[in-house]
């Protein structure tokens, strides 16, 4: 999530003139919705693409850095030939093109069955693309481009504001408009609405820039009527959940419901009534599988969690084997509806179960009772798709940390279980792993191939003294196995080989940054000229603008731990930071903090975030996590934004300023991907080490400026003047 603007910066120069009070209320207003439809529009096409394009979900800041590059672009292009008819034309192109491409299969090195369970909707003779490079580049460049307009729009509304009223004035509702942004989305998610309705209120608040446009107004609404036809025609799903387009429907040999998220197979609902005769031999194999963890118990597990239930397979095996109380956890709320209305055992109906809608680590962490028996189920473990990853929804799931939270939730006989589709032997060694070091002696491995999971894994005291010799196996495998990393919630990355950049990602790096460098060039002269000399680069807004954007993503993952991987965690801290942001930017106009004190409060901030272990925050009660949850993410944000005001305003070329900050913040999000190096915790101090280049820049040039300058005289005297 980024502002329309720069934190802490507004765009454009003085023009002079005075305006009525009437012409500025017209002009907040206008101001208001361009960055109402900015952040709407971003979020629409971030949930809407990666249904559409599916190697799009596996690249969740994608449009977030298309959309920071456009809205810079359009920003330098402030003041020239307006490019408004150019909105509704390109986020159609956008529409068009999601449309095309989601008829095509996209795949990378080798075709696999979890790479076409992706496209478990297309049909067999659906077109192939044997690289999902191309997409994920052509989605970049045109989400870029439908930002371009809304780009100078803003700008131009902002430079009025600055010459005219006050730079505060237009600043606040530029970042009001984004809140409102934010919070109608989060209720249009909750409501479930679908996307004809998401494009149907971006294209409506659009059309107030268009209310005095008589010759464009028939070709907006032409424009705008096709493009909410296409995005009908393009819809496949049932449902809209806060995460997943949704499809429910009767598995063709007829053992369950299938469930397709994002056209992608998700989950079966199967019937595990043993009065009913399995439906096929792939029915029976489902049923034997789920049952097999509870063949190695001594009893029937009086108290069961399930973590991830999804439609109820987990839970409809727990009181099969006679459980007296199962908690269902799931995050997805469609999801679980389904499981009520459409599982054939309907699970969640007796009175002994409890659905708790919520993810899995965050009920892990907050609830303090004691269960004989903890299922991880089979959560998104679509193994094969690593290359793709970054932090997903149940990445905070498979970590060392987690595994040890769940056996805090254990009875003294108690023991986890975990299903999964395990495509690769290091997946496997770490699963293993991590039970092996919650427990201290190796787990049950059961390799059986179940359709729905092809290996099972067990431990805790629960299955003590079952099959003695395979586990000795496991145990001599791990004591002589050379780098085994387990995920933590630092290096939360179970799909990734290892600590390290893929060329794959470095391809796509690279693409995205010569993109962007060439983008600026087009869009101003004055950055050509500056990219073309050394001596010309902003290295301090460069520097602000790439360590604000590591910030505001490490910010954003480690609250997704604190409050769950929800989607309402991640609106309030969207929201958060960016009336954070106001809030710096206000106080710097009204009482402006100094250069000094800003900075130290910057270091202070940025080190106390670094060396306060996240964790910590889990075990406290609500209003106090809250409250220091704020003062985590807040205080950083805040200073920042307070150093990057007194920046801005030294900089006599607005737009060359801006646009290379609009570099920083393109390379700020590409080196996100340094996680996946050198863990989510350490950001901080590479978006600390870049304020600190940014601070010895600006140390150099003052010291440059008071040295005095020094003349040789005729005859070899001196003369010495200041700068």
Not at 6 to 19: E, F, K
Not at 177 to 196: D, N, Q, Y
């Amino acid at each position: 999530m980024v502002s329309t603007t720069a934190p802490g910066s507004v765009a454009g120069n003085h023009c002079g003139g005075d305006l009525s009070a009437k012409s500025i209320a017209r002009l907040g207003v206008e101001l208001f919705f361009a960055s109402f439809v900015v952040l709407f529009q971003e979020l629409a096409l971030i949930r809407w693409l990666p249904g559409q394009v599916r190697a799009l979900a596996y690249f969740p800041n994608l449009i977030l850095l298309s959309a920071f590059l456009g809205l810079g672009l359009g920003c330098l292009r402030a003041g020239r030939r307006p490019l408004l008819w150019l909105w509704p034309v390109s986020l159609l192109v956008v529409i068009a093109a999601g449309f095309a491409m989601s008829r095509v299969a996209f795949t990378q090195n080798s075709v696999t069955e979890h790479l076409w369970l992706l496209y478990y909707d297309l049909p067999h003779d659906a077109a192939v693309v044997g690289d999902v490079r191309l997409p994920i580049v052509l989605a970049f460049v045109l989400s870029a481009l439908a930002f371009v307009p809304l780009g100078q729009l803003v700008a131009e509304r902002l430079r009025e504001f600055q010459a005219r009223s006050g730079a505060l004035w237009g600043y606040c509702c530029d970042i009001l408009g984004s809140l409102a942004g934010v919070i109608t989305f989060a209720a249009c998610g909750f409501l479930e609405t679908f996307p004809v309705i998401w494009f149907a209120v971006v294209l409506l608040a659009g059309f107030v820039f268009f209310t005095a446009q008589g010759r464009l107004r028939p070709a907006y609404g032409a424009v705008a009527a096709l493009a909410l036809v296409l995005v009908a025609q393009a819809e496949r799903a049932e449902r809209y959940s806060p995460y997943y387009a949704i499809r429910a429907s009767q598995e063709p040999g007829g053992a369950g419901v299938e469930i397709l998220a994002n056209g992608s197979l998700h989950q079966v609902a199967v019937s595990f009534d043993e009065t009913r005769p399995a439906v096929n031999d792939w029915h029976k194999s489902v049923r034997i599988g789920y049952h097999v963890p509870y063949r190695f118990l001594p009893q029937p597990p009086r108290r069961v969690l399930v973590l991830g239930a999804g439609t109820g397979n987990d839970v409809a095996v727990a009181l099969a084997e006679g459980a007296e109380q199962v908690d269902a956890v799931e995050i997805d709320p469609v999801i679980l509806q389904l499981g009520v209305t459409r599982h054939p055992d309907r699970p969640y109906a007796p009175a002994r179960v409890r659905a708790i809608n919520t993810d899995a680590r965050s009920f892990l962490n907050e609830s303090r009772e004691e269960y004989d028996l903890i299922v991880f189920g089979t959560l998104d473990s679509m193994t094969r798709l690593s290359a793709l990853s970054n932090v997903r929804l149940d990445n905070f799931v498979y970590t060392r940390d987690c595994l040890h939270a769940a056996r805090a939730r254990l009875s003294p006989r108690g023991g986890i279980v975990m299903y999964f589709a395990v495509g690769t032997s290091y997946i496997d060694d770490r699963l293993a792993g991590m039970l092996f070091e919650a427990f201290g002696e190796p787990p049950i491995v059961i390799r059986r191939f179940s359709q729905l999971f092809n290996t099972i894994y067990m431990g805790g005291p629960a299955f003590a003294g079952q099959l003695p010799d395979e586990r000795a196996a496991i145990g001599a495998y791990f004591a002589q196995a050379q780098g085994v990393e387990l995920p933590d919630d630092d290096w939360p990355y179970l799909y990734l080989q290892g600590r390290t950049i893929s060329g794959f990602y470095l391809t796509l790096m690279a693409v995205f940054a010569t993109l962007a460098l060439a983008g600026v060039a087009a869009a101003s002269g004055e950055m050509r000229r500056s990219l073309s000399s050394r001596r010309r680069m902003d290295t301090e807004m460069f520097c602000f603008g790439l360590a604000f954007l590591l910030l505001e993503t490490k910010s954003v993952t480690a609250m997704n731990l604190v409050w769950g991987a929800t989607w309402l965690t991640s609106a309030i801290v969207f929201g958060a930071i960016l009336a954070m942001v106001l809030f710096a930017t206000g106080w710097m106009q009204l009482r402006p903090i100094p250069w000094t004190v800003s900075v130290a409060g910057l270091v202070v901030s940025l080190l106390l975030a670094y060396f306060t272990p996240v964790h910590l925050l889990l075990r406290l009660n609500l209003a106090v996590k809250l409250g220091l949850s704020a003062l985590f993410v807040g205080t950083p944000i805040f200073f920042a934004s307070a150093c990057f005001a007194l920046l801005f305003r030294e900089r006599a070329e607005a737009d060359v300023a801006f646009g290379w900050n609009l570099l920083g913040a393109v390379a700020g999000g590409l080196l996100e991907c340094l996680s996946m190096v050198i863990g989510i915790k350490a950001l901080s101090l590479v978006a600390l080490l870049a304020y600190m280049v940014a601070v010895l820049v600006r140390l150099r040039a003052q010291a440059a400026a008071a040295a005095p300058l020094t003349v040789t005289a005729v005859g070899g005297g001196k003369l010495a003047a200041p700068l």
